[in-house]
């Protein structure tokens, strides 16, 4: 992940996207414990909704590729795949862990 890059098509300092990123970060890790949750207790609309807040955040901050998952989390949910979901969330969870070592 090239957060130079990153910060440059939104127009921002590269420590300002920086501390974005953290709080991106930070909040992502809270609403993933969360959405384990919701597909453990099957709640569908729980797991939708945390899936599109996820998808709105990572879309602030330019990440299509968190964007993309956390979309098809949403889908998935609202289809009652939660098998499905709780594969993409852990896409997403793993995909998280390696961005914050960047």
């Keep these: 992940m090239n957060l130079r890059k990153l910060s440059k098509n939104l127009g921002l300092e590269e420590e300002e996207y920086l501390e974005l990123f953290e709080l991106f970060v930070e909040s992502s890790m809270e609403d993933l ?23 709105g955040a990572s879309l602030n901050l330019g990440l299509n590729e968190f964007e993309e998952i956390a979309k098809a989390i949403a889908k998935t ?26």
């Design 33 to 55: 414990n969360k959405l384990w949750f919701a597909i453990d207790i099957a709640s569908t609309e729980k797991v939708a909704r945390i899936a599109h807040s996820l998808k």
């Design 77 to 102: 949910a609202r289809n009652g795949q939660l098998e499905k979901t709780a594969q993409l969330a852990k896409t997403l969870q793993e995909k998280l862990d390696n961005a914050v070592g960047c």
